[in-house]
C-alpha cells in the first residue's frame, strides 16, 4: 500500500466513511458486485472485515421502503453516467436500523455504457434521528398553534412575517402561504387606538400608522429585545378591510447561543368581552327600563354643567319632574302598566328636547333635564310646554283611560351655585312646592323656598317618627322567600325539606291615624337623613325577637328564619352587637333563626365595619344576606371578602328580564357565581308566571315577589 493509500485510508477513518465500488455486469447494477472495504462492512453490521458481495445481497441489507429509490437513482446514474447522492436506510442483523448517505460517481466505457460505481459511503443515523426529532417537535408544535384559540403569528429577525396558525389566519384573512415574507405590519395589520366604552369601532379612514407608543407590537419587541404585554386597546385591521378587537403580546425568539431570530405574537379577538363591557358600562350610566342616563350619571352631568357655570360664566337650568297620577295607574293596573307608562313618556319627552338637553329617570316616576345654555325665562317655556305635554297625553291600558300630570321644579345653575347636591335639592324642593300649591305647574325655584322646605320637611318627618316611637305605630310584615330547587351543589338547604315557606323577610310600616299603612320609601329617606335609623333597625329586631319568642310561648315548633333589614347606618353603630346579643338573651333565640339583610351599597360604604359585625355574629350561627346585588356593578369584586349566606338580586334586572336578554345573562352570571361561592340565590320582584319560570330555568334557588307570595302582617304581638 503505496503512502497515499495510507493518508487516504486514515482520512476516510477519521470521517467514518467507506469506499464504495461496484463492478457492472452489461451496464446493469443489479447484475454488478459490491467491493466494500473493512469500514464499509461495519456501516451493514457485519465483522470489520473486506467485503465482496453481489448487489441483490446488499440489497436485503437496505430497508424495504428504499429499495426500489434506491436501485432507481443508481441505475439511472449509472444509464445516463453521471454522479449520484442518496440517503437510505439499512438494518442490521441485529435489527437495528441506521441511515446511510452515499455519494459516488459512474465510470463508463468508450462505448458509454457504465462498468462501475465509486464513491464513499457514511453513516448519518445520529443526525437524520436529530433532523426527524426536529421535525417531529416542529410539526407538533404547529399542530399544537393550529388547535389553540388564539392567533399565533410569527416573524424573523427584520420582522417579516414567517408563520401563523390556523387562527391567526381566519383573523387576519391571509393564508401562511401569502403571508410568509411580507412584513408583519401588512399581514397583521393593527391600530391602537383606544375606543372609548360604548364607542363604534374606528372608521377605516381614523386608522393611522403605528408611531411611538403605538408602534406596532412585534416591531416594538424586536427593538427593544424584549417581550411586550398585553395591549387592551388594539384593533386588528383585516385583509378585506374589517376591524376586530383585540388583545396582542409579543415575546423575542432566542436561539441556543443568545441570537433572537425574530419574535412571536399571540392575539384574540374580544369582540365579546369589549361588548360586554360597553353593555355594562351602559347599564351602570342608564336606567334599563327606559333608556334614559340614570341618577348617577346625571349627577356628572350637572357636576359638568356647575364647572362651565363658574368657570366660564355660562347659564344652564335644571328641571325636576314628578308625574302626578303615576301611582294610581300602578295601584290599578299594575307594575307592567307603569313601566310602559315610564317608557312611553320618555320617548315623547326625548322627542321635544334639543339634542344637547340631557333628560334622565331619577327613580320610580321622576325625571330630570338639564337644559345646558339656557337662561331661566326660555327654561320656563321650555318646562312648560313639557308640563302640557305630559297633561295632553292620554295613556290607555286595557280599556281604562288616565290622564297623567306633572309638577316640575327649575332651578338655575349659574356661578353662584354651590354644589350639585344642593343643586339637585333645591329641584327636589321646588318640585315639591309645585305640588303643594296645586300640583300641573312649574316652580321656579327661589333662595327663600330651600330653607322653608327644610324646615318643613325635617319637622314634619322628625316628630311623625318620633310619634311613632311613642304611640307605637309601627308594624311589622313579612314578605315570604319561597324555595324554587334544590341547592347547588345537590345538597338540599334543610329548610327546604320542610314542607313550608320557612323563610320570610320581614319589613316596616307605619299606620297613621285614619288607619293608613305608610310604606318605608316614604319615611326612610327621611330616617336616613336625621340619623333615627338605628332607632327603627333596633326596634324592628327587638320586635322580631319578641314575636319569634312569642311563637314559642304558643306552641309552635316548626323552624323559621327570619330575614332583618340593617342600615348602613346601623353598620356604624358600635353598640349594635351588644344589643343583639342581648335581645337573643332575653328572649331565648337561636341566632340561626335570624338572618341579617344588607344591601349592596351599604356594604361597600362601610366595607371594613361590615366585615367585622358580619364575622361577629356568624360565629354565633346568624344568618346574611345582601341586597340589591348587582346594583354597584362592581359587586363581584368585594362578594369574596364578604361572608354572605344568600345573594337577592336585584330587582331591576328581575322586572325586565322576559324582554331583555341582557338582564338575563346577567341575572344567569350573578346566579352561577353565587353558587360557585357556595350562596343561595334570591331573586326579588318575582310578579308573574313568566318571569318566575326563567328564573326557577337559570337555577336560582329562591324567589319573592307576588308570583309566589304575598305581603302580610305579622300578629300584633310581634308589634
Given at each position: 500500500m503505496s503512502d497515499l493509500d495510507t493518508r487516504l485510508g486514515l482520512a476516510?477513518?477519521?470521517?467514518?466513511?467507506?469506499v464504495w465500488d461496484s463492478v457492472l455486469?452489461?451496464?446493469?447494477?443489479?447484475?454488478?458486485?459490491?467491493?466494500?472495504?473493512?469500514?464499509?462492512?461495519?456501516l451493514l453490521g457485519l465483522p470489520e472485515?473486506?467485503?465482496?458481495?453481489p448487489f441483490s445481497a446488499f440489497l436485503q441489507f437496505v430497508h424495504p421502503a428504499d429499495r426500489d429509490e434506491l436501485f432507481h437513482r443508481m441505475q439511472d446514474a449509472a444509464d445516463r453516467c453521471t454522479p449520484y447522492e442518496l440517503e437510505y436506510r439499512v438494518q442490521w442483523p441485529n435489527g437495528s436500523m441506521h441511515w446511510l448517505a452515499a455519494k459516488a460517481c459512474a465510470q463508463c466505457?468508450?462505448?458509454?455504457?457504465?462498468?462501475?460505481?465509486?464513491?464513499?459511503?457514511?453513516?448519518?443515523?445520529?443526525?437524520?434521528?436529530?433532523?426527524l426529532e426536529a421535525a417531529a417537535q416542529r410539526e407538533l408544535a404547529e399542530v399544537t398553534l393550529a388547535s389553540i384559540g388564539d392567533g399565533v403569528a410569527t416573524t424573523d429577525a427584520q420582522g417579516n412575517t414567517r408563520f401563523m396558525n390556523r387562527v391567526a389566519e381566519q383573523l387576519t384573512g391571509w393564508s401562511r402561504e401569502l403571508a410568509v415574507g411580507k412584513p408583519i405590519e401588512q399581514t397583521l395589520k393593527l391600530a391602537y387606538e383606544p375606543l372609548a366604552p360604548g364607542a363604534a369601532p374606528l372608521a377605516h379612514s381614523q386608522v393611522r400608522e403605528p408611531a411611538g407608543k403605538d408602534e406596532h407590537a412585534a416591531r416594538r419587541c424586536l427593538r427593544l429585545r424584549q417581550s411586550i404585554g398585553v395591549s387592551n386597546g388594539a384593533q386588528l385591521i383585516t385583509r378585506d378591510g374589517r376591524q376586530i378587537p383585540i388583545e396582542d403580546s409579543a415575546s423575542p425568539i432566542w436561539s441556543e447561543s443568545g441570537e433572537m431570530l425574530g419574535a412571536v405574537l399571540v392575539f384574540r379577538d374580544v369582540s365579546h368581552e369589549r361588548k360586554l363591557t360597553q353593555q355594562l358600562s351602559w347599564y351602570a350610566s342608564h336606567d334599563p327600563l327606559t333608556g334614559l342616563i340614570n341618577r348617577r350619571e346625571f349627577e356628572q352631568q350637572i357636576a359638568a354643567a356647575l364647572h362651565t357655570a363658574k368657570h366660564d360664566g355660562h347659564s344652564h337650568a335644571l328641571l325636576y319632574i314628578d308625574l302626578d297620577q303615576f301611582k294610581i295607574v300602578n295601584d290599578t293596573c299594575g307594575h307592567s302598566a307603569g313601566d310602559v307608562l315610564l317608557q312611553l313618556l320618555a320617548k315623547m319627552l326625548q322627542a321635544q328636547l334639543r339634542d344637547s338637553d340631557v333628560l334622565a329617570r331619577l327613580g320610580g316616576d321622576e325625571l330630570?333635564?338639564?337644559?345646558?345654555?339656557?337662561?331661566?325665562?326660555?327654561a320656563m317655556l321650555v318646562a312648560d310646554q313639557l308640563r302640557q305635554s305630559i297633561k295632553n297625553f292620554r295613556f290607555v291600558w286595557d280599556s281604562r283611560s288616565f290622564d297623567i300630570g306633572a309638577s316640575i321644579g327649575l332651578v338655575e345653575v349659574t356661578h353662584d351655585s354651590k354644589s350639585m347636591t344642593e343643586l339637585l335639592m333645591a329641584a327636589d324642593q321646588a318640585c315639591y312646592l309645585a305640588k303643594e300649591h296645586g300640583r300641573n305647574r312649574v316652580h321656579l325655584y327661589m333662595e327663600s323656598d330651600l330653607k322653608l322646605a327644610q324646615r318643613q320637611g325635617e319637622m314634619q318627618w322628625v316628630s311623625r317618627l318620633n310619634d311613632a316611637f311613642e304611640h307605637d305605630a309601627f308594624r311589622l310584615y313579612a314578605l315570604p322567600i319561597v324555595p324554587l330547587a334544590a341547592a347547588p351543589g345537590g345538597q338540599p338547604d334543610q329548610r327546604r325539606q320542610a314542607g313550608e315557606a320557612a323563610h320570610d323577610e320581614v319589613l316596616i310600616r307605619i299606620q297613621n291615624d285614619e288607619g293608613e299603612l305608610i310604606p318605608p320609601?316614604?319615611?326612610?329617606?327621611?330616617?336616613?337623613?336625621?340619623?333615627?335609623?338605628?332607632?327603627?333597625?333596633?326596634w324592628v329586631i327587638r320586635a322580631v325577637c319578641r314575636y319569634i319568642h312569642g311563637r314559642r310561648v304558643a306552641g309552635h315548633r316548626a323552624e323559621a328564619l327570619y330575614s332583618v333589614n340593617l342600615s348602613g347606618s346601623s353598620l356604624n353603630d358600635e353598640g349594635l352587637h351588644d344589643y343583639i346579643l342581648d335581645q337573643f338573651s332575653e328572649f331565648g333565640i337561636d341566632p340561626a333563626a335570624i338572618c341579617f339583610e344588607i344591601t349592596e351599597t351599604a356594604v361597600i360604604a362601610?366595607?371594613?365595619?361590615?366585615?367585622?359585625?358580619?364575622?361577629?355574629?356568624?360565629?354565633?350561627g346568624?344568618?346574611?344576606?345582601?341586597?340589591?346585588?348587582?346594583?354597584?356593578?362592581?359587586?363581584?369584586?368585594?362578594?369574596?371578602?364578604?361572608?354572605?349566606?344568600?345573594?337577592k338580586i336585584d330587582g331591576m334586572f328581575i322586572r325586565d328580564i322576559k324582554q331583555n336578554t341582557i338582564n338575563y345573562a346577567l341575572v344567569k352570571a350573578i346566579n352561577e357565581v353565587g353558587h360557585v361561592m357556595g350562596m343561595l340565590t334570591v331573586a326579588e320582584y318575582v310578579e308573574d308566571e313568566e318571569t318566575l319560570a326563567l328564573v326557577r330555568r337559570l337555577g336560582v334557588d329562591y324567589a319573592q315577589g307576588h308570583a309566589v307570595g304575598t305581603l302580610r302582617p305579622l300578629p300584633a304581638g310581634a308589634n
Open positions: 476516510m477513518s477519521a470521517a467514518h466513511m467507506a455486469a452489461d451496464g446493469s447494477v443489479a447484475g454488478s458486485t459490491v467491493y466494500w472495504s473493512a469500514d464499509g462492512a461495519t472485515i473486506k467485503l465482496e458481495q466505457d468508450e462505448r458509454g455504457r457504465a462498468v462501475r460505481t465509486l464513491g464513499v459511503v457514511w453513516d448519518v443515523t445520529q443526525a437524520k434521528l436529530r433532523e330630570g333635564v338639564l337644559l345646558p345654555h339656557c337662561p331661566p325665562d326660555q320609601g316614604a319615611f326612610i329617606p327621611a330616617a336616613e337623613r336625621y340619623d333615627l335609623m338605628v332607632a327603627i333597625d333596633r362601610n366595607l371594613p365595619q361590615a366585615q367585622a359585625f358580619m364575622a361577629r355574629l356568624k360565629t354565633l346568624c344568618r346574611f344576606s345582601l341586597d340589591d346585588f348587582g346594583s354597584g356593578l362592581s359587586s363581584f369584586a368585594y362578594l369574596k371578602a364578604l361572608p354572605v349566606d344568600y345573594l
